[in-house]
């Protein structure tokens, strides 16, 4: 017997319908199987079931039911929170699940739910097509577009929840069922960004576009000393940005990576980057006044293929590592923000601390706020502070700073955070409802229906009625 709590009958039972692997903590690849991005986060499930299909999907929501576990549902485990993975109860793993099918007539891309965005990306550019992802390839498709996803193709085409025609989806009670415009549309509504609150996705389906193959990334490094110079030219330049051109600023120290001089290793540095979708040259003339702000310490922008650009983050934020990040929205950069955030830079505790400015607005704003679950569509920036750090001994100090420089910078912001980057979740009833804001009692209102007993709870938690006493 796995626990006290597990019937064992009923485990066989299902142990023996089960087509995918069960990994039980005695198992060889436990410890691999339950590990998640995230370093910092180490919990150990009774039981971790890597499903084959929707039907083992089913069997486990079922099999959870009828033995009161604690469910975590893991996508790619790239949640800095760390949601995928519970103590004790049962870890739902759809990780074995990852074929894209690429209908390229149509446009649209049947995607499996464990699907990483590398994935996605290399099955629809094979049609020269794509739609919209994250900024690291090594995301996993589902946490980041039930919670939105903001990623190169935001101000053209919207965020990656945007983009969903539908989904496949098993409920709380252990039903198959889809959600579309058309077919349990309230569902539909909340899963483009209420997060994981309302069952277990088996499929996505994406509209595609024609992108690339060739497009133009903007990369621009400058030393630490000139951000205010480069931050103001890109805000000028954000003022009138086309759609077809996302970016952002961002204040980093220069990764350790074989491709860049040992030297340059940890200088503080500001940078831009960001991807133009449209034709090569137009792209080049739009970004090289970008690129002349001063004398970049490093330029890894200029014209390149899609699926390159898409995979140019991936080995700077490495599996294990420890992280704390946390988020929020500006309407306005203000001198006064900019000041602030000054301030807390040059005080960070070790050079790896990102801080990225994403310039928002275009096609994300152009979607009513109460059209999706996603809520802050007006804000123009999206401001994160990425903690990143090796020493268990240093977490403290690095997620204090981060913590503080959050709170500093909120007095600039509407409130609330993007849910895909939330830090731990602390204080969850305040954190989901300021960033929900005018979605939240609706979102309430349908986990109450397809989640009455909140039996989905390790995410950006809503809690349904009967818990909230709403
Ligand atoms: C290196 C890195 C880069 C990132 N870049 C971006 C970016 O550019 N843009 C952006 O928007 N975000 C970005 N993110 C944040 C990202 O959106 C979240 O970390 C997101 O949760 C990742 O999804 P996942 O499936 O890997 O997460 P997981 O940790 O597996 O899951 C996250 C949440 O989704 C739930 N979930 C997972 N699978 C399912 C499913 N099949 N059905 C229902 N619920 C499910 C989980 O239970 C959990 O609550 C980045 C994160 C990292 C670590």
Request: without cysteine; aromatic residues 8%; charged residues 30%.
């Given at each position: 017997m796995m626990t006290k709590a597990i019937d064992t009958e009923r485990f066989r039972t299902y142990a023996d319908s089960f087509e995918g692997q069960l990994v039980l903590p005695d198992a060889e690849g436990y410890d691999a199987a339950r590990k998640v991005w995230n370093g910092l986060i180490d919990r150990r499930p009774a039981l971790i079931a890597r499903c084959a299909n929707a039907d083992d999907v089913v069997r486990s929501v079922r099999f959870a039911r009828e033995n009161n576990l604690l469910v975590s549902v893991r996508g790619g485990g790239h949640h800095v929170a760390g949601y995928a993975v519970c103590d004790e109860g049962m870890m739902i793993d759809m990780?074995?699940?990852r074929t894209v099918t690429v209908d390229p007539g149509a446009r649209i891309a049947r995607v499996q739910a464990g699907a990483l965005w590398a994935d996605v990306d290399a099955a629809a550019q094979a049609h020269g097509l794509a739609t919209p992802g994250g900024e690291v390839s090594l995301t996993g498709v589902a946490g980041l577009t039930l919670g939105g996803g903001v990623g190169y193709m935001r101000r053209k085409y919207g965020l990656s929840c945007d983009n969903l025609l539908a989904v496949e989806i098993v409920t709380a009670d252990g039903q198959w069922r889809r959600a579309s415009e058309r077919e349990n549309s309230d569902l539909f509504w909340a899963l483009r960004g209420g997060g994981g609150n309302f069952g277990i996705v088996t499929v996505f389906e994406f509209r595609l576009y024609p992108v690339g193959p060739q497009v133009v990334t903007l990369n621009p490094i400058y030393p630490f000393d000139q951000s205010r110079s480069v931050l103001e030219t890109w805000r000028r330049f954000a003022e009138t940005a086309p759609e077809e051109a996302s970016t952002s600023f961002g204040i980093w120290g220069i990764p350790e990576h074989p491709?860049?001089?040992?030297?340059?290793?940890?200088t503080p540095v500001c940078l831009l980057d960001g991807m133009f979708i449209g034709p090569v040259e137009q792209g080049e003339t739009l970004f090289q006044p970008l690129r002349d702000v001063g004398e970049p310490i490093l330029d890894l922008g200029g014209p390149t293929t899609y699926l390159e650009a898409q995979q140019?983050?991936?080995?700077?934020?490495?599996?294990g590592d420890l992280y704390y990040w946390k988020s929020l929205y500006l309407d306005q950069l203000s001198n006064e923000a900019v000041d602030t955030m000054m301030s807390w830079v040059k005080r960070?505790?070790?050079?790896?601390l990102l801080v990225i400015i994403r310039h928002l607005g275009g096609a994300v704003s152009r979607v009513a706020e109460s059209a999706t679950a996603y809520q802050n569509r007006k804000a123009q920036f999206m401001f994160s502070i990425d903690g990143a750090w090796s020493d268990p001994a240093e977490s403290e100090r690095n997620i204090a700073w981060v913590r503080g420089f959050w709170e500093a910078m909120n007095r600039y912001s509407n409130g609330g955070v993007y849910v895909n980057f939330p830090g731990f979740g602390e204080n969850p009833q305040h954190l989901w409802q300021s960033s929900y804001g005018n979605n939240y009692r609706k979102l309430v209102a349908v986990k109450t229906k397809y989640d009455p007993t909140n039996f989905f709870r390790m995410n950006q938690n809503i809690k349904p009625v009967a818990q909230t006493g709403n």
């Open positions: 990780s074995a699940m491709d860049i001089p040992a030297e340059l290793h940890g140019g983050f991936d080995e700077f934020m490495q599996d960070r505790p070790n050079p790896r």
